[in-house]
């Protein structure tokens, strides 16, 4: 006689994580009767983090539910904007560009381009910081604090899902986008000794990082950075309640 199972309906915005071969929605999984409901959508592929809601025969469940089997597991998405306690991120290495498109926009974003897994989750959890990533194992670990997993392929794809997942408050213009500290403007005369006499003679409005001391002016990419700031107070205007 066969294991007892339990059949799992996934949304259809979670299927990217089931195998090929599951990405019809519906799944059906053994379960030995001791493993949480957590650990077998889990063990699906789909991080607990994308997980907003859990159903075990029409009523709701959380992920400590044991199932025993001949039951029917409804696994919904996050509800967008999501709330959370604070909108302060860390990134993972491969999200470099995506941080400097959240610190453009006035998000606390931190990033290092060497930390490994074990310190992007310590620092999340110490720092209670949203973890944001691409790495679907590392979703799954039980140690994050609170974690993402951002969609989209390219930055800008990628910034509009995390402003309409988070809805997170926007300052443009207000952290460095080389080390995410906060910047305040500065007297023209107290940087020029610091900046080019092209420079000099152009932009006449300066701001200047308080951790790093990097100096920014609104340059010649200024229309484009300008772009992308309005397309993510758009974003997050739309991901509010009642936007």
């Known amino acids: 006689m066969g294991s007892p199972q339990v059949q799992v309906s996934v949304a259809a915005a979670l299927r990217l ?5 599951g990405r019809g929605g ?4 053994a379960c030995d009767g001791t493993s949480s409901l957590g650990h077998v ?3 699906l592929g789909v991080p607990l983090t994308e997980v907003g809601h859990l159903v075990v025969n029409g009523s709701p469940a959380t992920p400590r539910y044991r199932p025993t089997g001949a039951e029917l597991v409804e696994v919904g998405p996050v509800t967008r904007p999501q709330p959370v306690p604070v909108a302060r991120f860390v990134l993972d ?3 470099g560009a995506l941080a400097r498109r959240l610190r453009l926009v006035g998000v606390d ?3 290092a381009n060497d930390a490994s897994d074990d310190a992007l989750i310590e620092q999340a959890s110490a720092e209670r910081r949203i973890l944001l990533t691409q790495d679907r194992a590392l979703l799954r670990r039980r140690a994050p604090w609170l974690g993402a997993y951002v969609y989209g392929a ?3 794809a990628q910034l509009t899902d995390v402003l309409d997942r988070f809805a997170p408050p926007l ?3 207000t952290r460095c986008p080389a080390c995410n500290g906060l910047t305040s ?3 023209k005369a107290e940087i020029e000794p610091l900046i080019q006499p092209g420079t000099r003679r152009t932009y006449q409005a300066f701001s200047r990082c308080q951790a790093c001391a990097q100096v920014y002016w609104r340059g010649a990419h200024s229309n484009r950075l300008q772009a992308l700031i309005a397309t993510a107070q758009h974003a997050t205007h739309t991901a509010a309640p009642g936007g």
Do not use: G, I, M, N
Request: aromatic share 14%; proline share 19%.
């Open 185 to 187: 403007p500065v007297p």
């Open 26 to 29: 519906t799944v059906w999984v």
């Open 109 to 111: 974003a931190a990033y």
């Open 154 to 156: 390219h930055p800008d």
């Open 171 to 173: 300052a443009p213009w």
């Open 93 to 95: 290495v491969h999200l």
């Open 17 to 21: 994580f089931l195998k090929p071969a």
């Open 41 to 43: 959508v889990q063990s």
